[in-house]
């Protein structure tokens, strides 16, 4: 199996090359990527803990799912197909904003992404993959804001900033 590669992209999102997916955490380039969030009728939010093994950021919870576009595929095309690998379903998405970060880990990885927000509906229980995802857990924006106060350390550092910075409205 060939390594998984990352779309290098400047500041603007133009493409300027690719790189192998760990090697771009190694060195900390620019890189796109994708954040799902899938609220069901409720306005519950569907949270992943990441699967313990994970290279960086193991049993935090964090959005829906994640992930980078592959070459030759839209960060929504990406988006629906690792909702199905990670998730095990599919619903319709819509583009809420995108944004940069960068956040160095104690494993000496940095994740430096140009991340595109997609926000979906989805009414039934994930059938998720163990392999990629611990659990799962509906919850409300309440309960949630809650526990990004009380404990920040459990979510991922991306799930923060986007409930911090960019989710003000669905």
């Known amino acids: 199996m060939s390594p998984e590669m990352v779309i290098l992209v400047d500041e603007n999102d133009n493409q300027i090359g690719f790189m192998e997916k760990q090697e ?36 935090l919870w964090t959005n829906t799912c994640c992930s980078h576009p592959r070459q030759g595929e839209t960060t929504e095309e990406a988006a629906h197909r690792r909702l199905k690998e990670e998730m095990g379903f599919d619903c319709p998405l819509k583009l809420h904003q995108s944004f940069i970060y960068k956040a160095p880990f104690e494993n000496g990885l940095t994740e430096h992404e140009l991340d595109y ?3 979906g509906q989805y009414n039934e229980n994930p059938q998720f993959n163990p392999v990629e995802v611990h659990t799962f857990k509906w919850i409300s924006m309440e309960e949630l804001y809650t526990q990004l106060t009380l404990e920040p350390k459990q979510f991922t550092v991306w799930f923060k900033m986007i409930m911090d910075h960019y989710l003000t409205d669905k």
């Open 117 to 119: 927000i997609y926000i």
């Open 24 to 59: 771009a955490h190694e060195k900390g380039v620019l890189h796109r990527a994708f954040s799902v969030l899938v609220f069901n009728s409720k306005g519950e939010l569907l949270l992943q803990q990441r699967a313990l093994n994970k290279y960086h950021s193991g049993g």
